[in-house]
């Protein structure tokens, strides 16, 4: 089956600083990328949707100048998290598909796992 | 996105069928039923979807009401292995780029 990576797998950074997290499709080509995020014992929410090659669309609720989602390959596609702060800890997870329409199965990445202390 | 509702755990012991429900009574004519699991600290993974036939694959089985207002996941020899968050997702073919909305999902716990 079609492989997701990300890349850290973990990261503890203070808060204030920016954190980038890169999520790899390694086996095929993804026009469309999502972003997740995760609490502790609950669901993952969809933070943003991004097609190669232009400007992501985010949930509500979801501060796109905090979120920055970049898109720039078909093959890879990177989240920073903007002057994180603690509330920001969470399990980041990215997933990709190969098309853009509601059939299309989403791969999903291992997750990355941000502390901010 | 139409809503589903599923238990929130259930429990199984190992080697023996687990049956996992998913009621979904708004469903409209051009949602598929998706279903994905969780492991723990992992991303989740595809399980399989259908739309108004029963569906099998090497996972699992759907199982899908007539009236498509209700579907079963069909696991047919529970493995420690399945222990995991299963997720009951309704996508329309139509929707907006394909985008998952995840619930709160089922927690199955699977005993030796």
């Known amino acids: 089956g079609a492989v997701v990576s990300q890349h850290p797998s973990r990261v503890i950074c203070k808060s204030g600083t920016s954190v980038k997290i890169e999520c790899r499709s390694l086996?095929?080509?993804?026009?469309?990328m999502f972003w997740y995020r995760q609490f502790p014992k609950q669901s993952l929410m969809l933070m943003a949707t991004?097609?190669?090659?232009?400007?992501?669309?985010?949930e509500q609720g979801v501060e796109k100048d905090k979120f920055l989602i970049n898109h720039a390959s078909l093959t890879l596609s990177t989240l920073t998290v903007t002057s994180a702060h603690p509330e920001d800890s969470s399990f980041y997870i990215c997933?990709?598909?190969?098309?853009?329409?509601?059939?299309?199965?989403?791969?999903f990445g291992p997750g990355t796992r941000l502390t901010v202390l | 996105d139409a809503k589903t509702t599923q238990p929130n755990s259930m429990e199984s012991n190992e080697e023996e069928p687990v049956h996992l429900p998913c009621n979904h009574s708004?469903?409209?004519?051009?949602?598929?039923i998706h279903w994905y699991r969780q492991l723990p600290s992992q991303g989740p993974e595809y399980v399989i979807h259908?739309?108004?036939s029963n569906v099998n694959n090497r996972m699992a089985s759907l199982a899908i009401a007539e009236d498509r207002k209700s579907s079963t996941l069909i696991l047919h020899r529970a493995t420690l292995r399945d222990a995991a968050v299963y997720y009951c997702?309704?996508?329309?073919?139509?929707?907006?780029?394909?985008?998952?909305?995840f619930g709160k999902g089922t927690k199955l716990s699977v005993k030796p």
């Open positions: 086996d095929f080509q993804a026009t469309t």
């Open positions: 991004s097609n190669e090659g232009s400007k992501a669309t985010y």
């Open positions: 997933s990709a598909s190969y098309g853009t329409g509601g059939l299309d199965e989403q791969f």
């Open positions: 259908g739309l108004t």
């Open positions: 708004t469903i409209s004519g051009t949602d598929y």
């Open positions: 997702i309704l996508r329309d073919v139509g929707g907006s780029q394909g985008n998952l909305i």
